[in-house]
Each structure stands twice: as C-alpha cells, then as structure tokens.
C-alpha cells in the first residue's frame, strides 16, 4: 500500500510495478532517475532511485544541473572516513537537513565520492548540485576535475556547465542588463527597433 503523503516521479518512461516507491521522507515530492536501465527481469526498489530534483517538507530544494566537467581523478577515502556518493546526495540532502547551513556544515568533513553510473553510459554523475532553503539560502556543490567546492549561491540560480564560478565571473559582462524593455537602440549607424 503506497504511503500517502510520500510522492515519486521519475525521469524515465517506464512503470515501476504499480507501486510507489519510497525515496524521501513524508512530506517530500522527488523527481528521481533509475541508476540502470529498466529490464523486465527486474523489479526496482528505492535504492535503483536516485532523486535529480527535490523538496522536503521544510523547503530545503535540490537540484541538478548537468556539467561534464564533474570528474577527475578523486582523493583515497580511508575506510574510516565517512562519504556519500554523488549519486545519493538528492536522498542525503533533503532526508538530513531543513536549512543550507546545515548542509554546508555537515558537507565540510565529508567527502562526495563520484562513481560510474549505468544508465549514463558508465559517466561519474555528470552534474553540479543546487541546494535552497526557505530563506533563499543557497549554495552549489561540485566536484570539478576531481576537486569538490562548495560555494554559496548570492544570485539565487543555477545553470548547466561551465562551472558555477565560472558563471559568477560572466555575470561581469552583463551589468548592462535590465528587466526595462529597451525598444530600441543604435550600434554605430545602424538603427535597431
């Protein structure tokens, strides 16, 4: 019997059994990938889930973009250290935390570790994260040619690749910018309406 205030989309075209799937806690609504492809031998379970996109019940949002940059070789963990794997951070994110902060914090001693995933090709989670909370608290996490940032988000928006530094500095080009329609200008000579 599916639980009644847990919701599951998928990414995918396809049918899990008729059942609904648990991927985040009550109050959660997820948009999910499956981590391999769909077979009818097989019948999938929470852990074939990995959340894309994500609000829990306190407002903390998760997201991700894609960026082919999210890759490289990637420190040693010691058996002891704790990890989370890229593929289970839109589980992790909204399961554990209410507010941005408390994200970045736990994130600080704890590595993200990217791994193969089959329904990509064999690609290491091509994607940089976006986290929000109900304050407009943001921030992003990416694991750029190996190395792992977090970086508050000032702008409140998240895109594709490049890296998200990347588009903080283009936005230098773009102080002229303004939500006033501008009908009409002139390049040189030339007269555009």
């Not at 998760?62 to 990637?74: D, E, K, L, Y």
């Not at 936005?171 to 329609?181: M, P, R, S, Y």
Request: charged residues 15%.
């Amino acid at each position: 019997m599916p639980h009644p205030e847990v919701s599951c989309g998928t990414g995918a075209d396809f049918i899990l059994s008729m059942r609904t799937v648990e991927v985040a806690p009550s109050g959660s609504l997820v948009i999910t990938m499956p981590s391999a492809m769909p077979h009818p031998d097989y019948v999938f379970d929470q852990n074939d889930l990995k959340v894309v996109e994500g609000i829990n019940d306190a407002g903390l949002t998760f997201s991700v973009q894609s960026c082919s940059q999210a890759s490289g070789q990637q420190a040693r963990l010691e058996k002891d250290q704790a990890a989370v794997s890229a593929q289970d951070l839109g589980a992790w994110v909204p399961c554990r935390f209410s507010t941005v902060p408390d994200v970045k914090a736990a994130l600080l001693d704890l590595h993200v570790v990217l791994k193969p995933t089959p329904i990509l090709g064999g690609l290491e989670m091509p994607f940089h994260y976006c986290v929000r909370d109900r304050s407009g608290t943001g921030l992003v996490i990416e694991i750029h040619h190996g190395v792992r940032t977090i970086y508050d988000n000032p702008v409140s928006v998240m895109t594709n690749a490049p890296a998200f530094s990347w588009h903080l500095t283009n936005l230098n080009n773009c102080t002229f910018l303004a939500n006033v329609d501008h009908a009409k200008a002139t390049f040189g000579s030339f007269a555009a309406e």
